[in-house]
DNA sequence: CTCTTATGCCAACGCCATTGACCTTACGCG
DNA sequence: CGCGTAAGGTCAATGGCGTTGGCATAAGAG
């Protein structure tokens, strides 16, 4: 039987750790982004992120059920920083580029996080705040029910898939060990044009490539096909 | 000192495991993708593995220099299988386009291996052929050098990035545990109109969404952006 | 002030990847 | 055909991991 799990609302007694620190649901997620980004996507482990937090490892279990139900929480904080501060200006196209390119932004700015959660489903807060919000968006817009489900879960889906990859590239080089980066230049490089020309031509631009993200471009041809279908039949079925 | 890793086609001896079955790296991937499609992508281990193929699992280490590498081995596998059998009819559209829903489907067909294996740069035989066919054939259709790189970045990101993301979707199911799924039927339906409004409205289309996905749509709309820009300046730089 | 119980800590379990030493047998060569 | 070599399978051990049940203690309700 697994321990029971408080809610963070519901905390009545605050009992400090052994070192003194006051830990809370907030903290632990924290520490754990800290922790990512210096060790690496491979580097959170329960047990450092105790040592980090000067708590026995077993205590993160009163928080969350296990380092899954963590890194949801983890992925969660992430689409709530994509949404801190951001206000809609009632133009819907605007606002759902605006909002794509914060949650886009919001991951790749946490790459070794990103690459844990971006394919994951939390149901937490934030998350569903950004889904009721781009759901608003569609709908006060003036797309029918059904055109905006379509065009939610494509907004949604290349959000996440484009997040998901350009973190991977920038998560790469810093994590630790290997270097798929490395291949660009080393295996793709000196490939011999008579197997690959094509590849050979173009490796000097081939390495200075992943420098920047294709998502914008995908996100406006997304926004442009939603117009366009928009205003085509507003209001049928 | 790491052991040294013979390449397979370097291999002379094939000395059988105790229980009879002789190794090798096709065996060993094959596997391996079969233990993913029915344990889940947690659930491959070199024990595990290693029971399968009836040896030690350290025997793994005279293949692969360690499980990463068996990962990236397992990726190009997917790769190979999408190219198997393709052939290019000389339209530049339709080739790229047959190749991407083929790519896209070879993932999708082993959901666990391709969570695994999507954002990673394997540099095996198979990415390169992939990666000088699309390079090849804009090329061919007379796309510049700078544009042609351009659209093959965008395409390859798009291809790999929405194959993970129906992947995720695919692969949870049956992933032992969890049930990020269930979320979709429990947290959002039931989640109170008062809040939630929009979720609530479209809870029943939300449910039945990531049947079916977004990349040929997405696709097409980015072929068409790259033929809009041949037809534009075909020979400019 | 007392009692309850939430919450931090400890020790232990079974799993994992990886390695170095060992052993056996397939093969190249004469 | 038979020998020597080293490729390649096996064993045992190491250190790390997530997770759990039991225990101790102090926070807060009354």
């Given at each position: 039987m697994p321990k029971p799990v408080v809610p963070e609302e519901k905390r009545r007694r605050r009992r400090p750790t052994r070192s003194g620190t006051v830990l809370s649901e907030r903290l632990i997620v924290d520490t754990a982004l800290r922790m990512l980004r210096e060790h690496?996507?491979?580097?959170?482990t329960a047990r450092r992120l105790g040592l980090a937090l000067d708590?026995?490892?077993?205590?993160?279990y009163r928080y969350f059920r296990g380092m899954d139900d963590l890194t949801l929480a983890i992925g969660d904080a992430l689409i709530g920083r994509a949404l801190r501060g951001w206000r809609r200006t009632g133009q819907w196209r605007a606002d759902l580029r605006a909002l794509g390119l914060r949650i886009h932004a919001a991951y790749v700015a946490h790459p070794q996080a990103a690459l844990l959660?971006?394919?994951?489903?939390?149901?937490?807060a934030h998350e569903l705040a950004a889904d009721e919000a781009v759901l608003d968006i569609l709908r006060t817009a003036g797309f029918p029910l059904a055109d905006t489900v379509r065009v939610y879960q494509a907004f949604i889906d290349q959000t996440l898939a484009f997040a998901a990859l350009d973190a991977a590239s920038l998560a790469l080089?810093?994590?630790?060990?290997?270097?798929d980066e490395a291949k660009w230049s080393s295996t793709y490089a000196r490939l011999p044009a008579a197997t690959h020309p094509r590849i050979a031509e173009a490796a000097p631009l081939l390495a200075t490539?992943?420098?920047?993200?294709a998502y914008p471009a995908a996100l406006d041809l997304l926004l442009d096909s939603a117009a366009h279908q928009l205003s085509a039949g507003p209001e049928a079925g």
């Open positions: 690496g996507s491979a580097g959170l708590c026995d490892p077993s205590t993160l959660t971006a394919n994951r489903v939390t149901g937490r080089p810093s994590d630790s060990l290997r270097a490539r992943m420098l920047t993200s």
